[in-house]
């Protein structure tokens, strides 16, 4: 079975701090995804990986970056975590595009 | 641009009922649909995947079907188990949104024992 991991459960920081989600996939995996879920605006994407180095914006990459040095590796990064960005963080990813995306348990993350 | 539509929200039914979610979408150019599984607080879990080409897929109680044409997706669970309770999203891989899957807001069902 895939298993795509993500570091932490849960996670608290404070406004101004500089923030990293890492996600890890076993699977060889050539695509990775992060998203931000929240009540009432559902699953949206903040950055996508097609390859080692490559990313692409997604609908809502502004206040973030992304690294992918390593394959199965795909960081998210919080330059300067900010209140609205208190919300639910999940890692996708899947071997081609048009296949299935199996997903990490989320990290739910609080910027106070 | 494309838009997912999950109706209804919510939906609750009785232990060993047979029910359908529905899925509907703007676009019909896509590569593919998949329904996905989510518990509360947890990842998504993806249950089925309709390439374009295809019509339906089963996998055990589940059923997923796809009318391209008409821009909608079914998703059939039979004989209801209160396991079953969680929310359930579709989502669409459009060809003009390059690796980009698009969800709906999803449906809550609750399968009362």
């Known amino acids: 079975d895939v298993k795509v991991t993500q570091s932490s459960r849960y996670l608290v920081k404070r406004t101004g701090e500089k923030v990293f989600l890492e996600c890890v996939q076993d699977m060889d995996h050539e695509n990775m995804f992060w998203y931000r879920q929240d009540p009432g605006l559902g699953l949206r994407l903040i950055y996508f990986s097609y390859d080692v180095k490559m990313k692409e914006k997604g609908d809502i990459p502004e206040g973030y970056s992304v690294s992918r040095e390593k394959k199965e590796r795909f960081s998210l990064i919080l330059e300067s975590a900010s209140t609205n960005q208190t919300s639910m963080y999940l890692c996708a990813s899947s071997f081609l595009l048009n296949e299935k995306l199996f997903f990490g348990s989320g990290t739910q993350l609080s910027v106070l | 641009k494309q838009e997912v539509t999950q109706i209804p929200a919510a939906l609750s039914v009785p232990e060993g009922e047979n029910l359908v979610l529905n899925c509907s979408f703007t676009?019909?150019?896509?590569?593919?649909l998949q329904w996905f599984r989510q518990d509360p607080g947890k990842g998504l879990t993806s249950l089925l995947l309709i390439q374009s080409s295809q019509r339906e897929q089963t996998s055990g109680r589940l059923n997923a079907s796809l009318d391209k044409s008409s821009g909608r997706s079914t998703l059939y669970i039979a004989a209801s188990q209160p396991g079953d309770s969680a929310t359930y999203l579709c989502?669409?891989?459009?060809?003009?949104?390059?690796?980009?899957?698009?969800f709906g807001q999803g449906t809550t069902l609750q399968v009362k024992p």
């Open positions: 676009d019909s150019a896509i590569y593919n």
């Open positions: 989502a669409v891989l459009g060809i003009s949104n390059t690796g980009k899957l698009i």
